[in-house]
C-alpha cells in the first residue's frame, strides 16, 4: 500500500497562520452568511458566544464586513459606503449597520480576545455604493464581455460618484476621522450613468471614465479582457490619493478595532502590487507584523491561483495567503458526482497540494450556497469528507462556515455535530507526521501519528461510494501499535485495532466517513 509521509506545518506558518497556529491547530470560523438576523444583534452573539466556540476548537473569527453598506442596515456589508462608520453614525437611515453599533462591534472583539480567538475583518475596497450625489464626467462604453472593447465614442455622463459622508461632519466643516470626500476622479467607471437610463447598448453597460490617468488598472485578472471592474464605482487603485487614503483607513480601523488580521475580498479585480504594499504599510503602523491576510482571488484554475499567490508572495516569505478554491471545486464536483468521482485524485491540483503554507481552506461560504454570487455549493452528503479533508490534514488553515454549522433553510443542513466532533479532533488529535492512502478511486485515507504534545493520534477513512462499504489498511504509527480505535463519527460502532507493527483495517460505510481516535483513558482528550 501507498505510504506517504508528511509533517505538520504548524508553527512554521508564520504570517500565513501567526500565533492561532502556534500551540495548538488553528481554526478559522466565518462567523455569518448573507441570511444571518440583520436584527441588530449579531455583535452581541459574537460576544456571549465567544467562550464556546473557543472551546469547540475555533481560534480566529472571520467577521463580516462592519462598516455602514448603501442599504444601511439591510446591507451585509459588501455595497460598501462610508469605511469610518462602524456603526456610529446616523448614515443610511440608522446608526447602527445589520450587525450591530460600533461599540457592541469592539465589545465582540474584546470578548474574542478574551477567550484566545483571533479576529480578521473584511476588507472590501474594490468599490463603493451610495454616494449622496451626482457628478459630471466624460466615459465610455465598454463590453461587459470584453471591457477592452470600447463601443460609440465618448459620452457625457452623470454618475453616483460624489461621498461626502453628512453624519460624519463636525462644527468645523472636518469630517469625523478623516477628511478624504470621494469624487470621480476617485474612480475608473460605474455601470450607472442618470443621464442615460436605458440607452439600447447592448452588452456595453458599464462606463469607463476618461482623463489624466484614467483607464482600467493592470495587474487583474484578464477576465472579460480586464476584470477591474466589479460592480459600484470602481475604486482607482492607480490614484496616489487613494492609495495612501486606504493605507491610512487600515490603520485607523486595525488600532480603532485591535484586529489580528484580514480577509481581502475581491483581490481578482485589484492591482496585485497594492495589497502587499498596503500590508506592509499597515502591519508595520499599527506594530502588528504578524496580522494574517487571505486573500479571495475566486479561480478555480490552479495556475492562474498560484500564479496570483507567487505574485503577492515574492520569495520565500508569506506577505498573504489565499482561499483554495480549486479544492472548493474539488469537494463540490465530488458531491455532485454520488460516488463517480476518483477521490484518488480529491488534493491534485488544489493550492494546499502546492503550496500548503500559504493556502486557507474551506468547504463552503456565503458566495457559493444555491442562488448566490459564485453559486458552487457542495452537496450536504459530502461535507463531512470535506470537512474531514480541511480540519483533519496538516496542510492549509482551515474555515468553517456558519452556515454550515447552523444551516441555513432551504440551502444548506445543520452540521453541527459532526463539525463539533471534527473540530474537537483537529484540536486534539490532528498532530504529527501523516501518512497518506489516496490510492483508490472510491476510498481513500490518511492517519496522523501525533506529537509530544499531542500524541494520541487518529485514522481518517472516506468512502465515496453509495452502497459498498470500505476498507483500507494503514498505519497508525509505531506508537499505536496493539492499540485500539473508536470511530467518533458513530457510523462504526465497533472498534478496529491495531498489529504489532501499527497496521489496522479501517473501515467506512457507504457514503460516510469515518474518524477513528485512540479508545479508552487515552484516547479522545478534551482536557
Known amino acids: 500500500m501507498q505510504k506517504i509521509q508528511q509533517y505538520i506545518f504548524g508553527a512554521a506558518l508564520a504570517l500565513s497562520a501567526g500565533a492561532a497556529m502556534a500551540q495548538t491547530n488553528g481554526t478559522m470560523l466565518q462567523y455569518f452568511d448573507w441570511d444571518s438576523s440583520g436584527d441588530g444583534q449579531h455583535w452581541n452573539r459574537v460576544k456571549n458566544n465567544a467562550a464556546a466556540w473557543a472551546n469547540r476548537g475555533v481560534t480566529a473569527f472571520w467577521l463580516p464586513p462592519a462598516y455602514k453598506g448603501s442599504g444601511g442596515v439591510n446591507d451585509v456589508g459588501y455595497a460598501v459606503y462610508d469605511l469610518f462608520d462602524l456603526g456610529e453614525f446616523n448614515q443610511k437611515g ?27 475583518a473584511d476588507i472590501v475596497l474594490n468599490h463603493k455604493m451610495g454616494a449622496e450625489t451626482t457628478e459630471w464626467t466624460t466615459g465610455v462604453r465598454v463590453d461587459q464581455n470584453n471591457r477592452n472593447v470600447e463601443y460609440g465614442g465618448d459620452v457625457s455622463l452623470q454618475v453616483w460618484t460624489s ?33 442615460l437610463g436605458a440607452d439600447g447598448c447592448t452588452n456595453c453597460r458599464i462606463y469607463k471614465f476618461r482623463g489624466t490617468g484614467k483607464g482600467w488598472d493592470p495587474e487583474v485578472s484578464t477576465e472579460y479582457g480586464n476584470y477591474d471592474y466589479l460592480m459600484g464605482a470602481d475604486v482607482d487603485f492607480q490614484h496616489p490619493d487613494v492609495r495612501q487614503h486606504l493605507k491610512d483607513w487600515g490603520v485607523w480601523y486595525t488600532n480603532t478595532a485591535k484586529l489580528d488580521g484580514f480577509r481581502i475580498d475581491a483581490a481578482k479585480h485589484i492591482m496585485a ?22 486573500a479571495e482571488y475566486w479561480d478555480n ?46 488534493l491534485t491540483n488544489t493550492l494546499v497540494s502546492w503550496q500548503p503554507t500559504r493556502a486557507a481552506t474551506f468547504v463552503d461560504n456565503h458566495d457559493t450556497l444555491d442562488g448566490r454570487g459564485l453559486s458552487s455549493k457542495v452537496q450536504d452528503w459530502f461535507k463531512p469528507m470535506a470537512y474531514a479533508t480541511i480540519l483533519l490534514r496538516s496542510g492549509g488553515y482551515p474555515t468553517v462556515f456558519l ?47 501525533g506529537n509530544a504534545q499531542h500524541w494520541y493520534g487518529l485514522a481518517v477513512l472516506m468512502n465515496d461510494n453509495q452502497t459498498t462499504t470500505g476498507y483500507k489498511w494503514m498505519y497508525v504509527g509505531a506508537a499505536h501499535a496493539n492499540q485500539c480505535f473508536t470511530d467518533i463519527t458513530n457510523a462504526v460502532a465497533s472498534q478496529v485495532c491495531a498489529n504489532a507493527s501499527g497496521w489496522a483495517n479501517f473501515q467506512a460505510p457507504p457514503a460516510k466517513v469515518t474518524v477513528w481516535v485512540r479508545a479508552g483513558k487515552y484516547g479522545l482528550n478534551t482536557n
Open 403 to 449: 452556515g454550515d454549522y447552523e444551516g441555513v433553510p432551504g440551502k444548506v443542513a445543520n452540521h453541527s455535530w459532526v463539525l463539533d466532533q471534527l473540530m474537537k479532533a483537529r484540536k486534539f488529535h490532528a498532530y504529527g507526521v501523516q501518512n497518506d492512502y489516496f490510492d483508490h478511486a472510491d476510498v481513500v485515507g490518511f492517519t496522523r501519528e
Open 273 to 294: 502590487s497594492y495589497y502587499p504594499e498596503w500590508l506592509s504599510y499597515v502591519r508595520s503602523a499599527t506594530s502588528k507584523p504578524n496580522a494574517y491576510a487571505v
Open 301 to 346: 484554475d490552479i495556475n492562474r491561483l498560484n500564479n496570483y499567490v507567487n505574485t503577492v508572495n515574492p520569495g520565500s516569505a508569506t506577505t498573504m495567503s489565499a482561499f483554495d478554491v480549486p479544492l472548493h471545486a474539488k469537494f463540490q464536483a465530488a458531491g455532485n458526482a454520488y460516488g463517480s468521482f476518483d477521490m484518488g485524485s480529491l
Open 94 to 120: 440608522a446608526v447602527r449597520t445589520r450587525w450591530g453599533t460600533k461599540a457592541e462591534y469592539i465589545a465582540a472583539i474584546d470578548a474574542a480576545h478574551a477567550n484566545g480567538i483571533q479576529v480578521y
Open 163 to 195: 461621498f461626502n459622508f453628512p453624519g460624519r461632519l463636525q462644527a468645523d466643516g472636518t469630517l469625523k476621522y478623516n477628511n478624504f470626500r470621494w469624487t470621480w476622479y476617485h474612480f475608473d467607471g460605474t455601470d450607472y450613468a442618470q443621464n
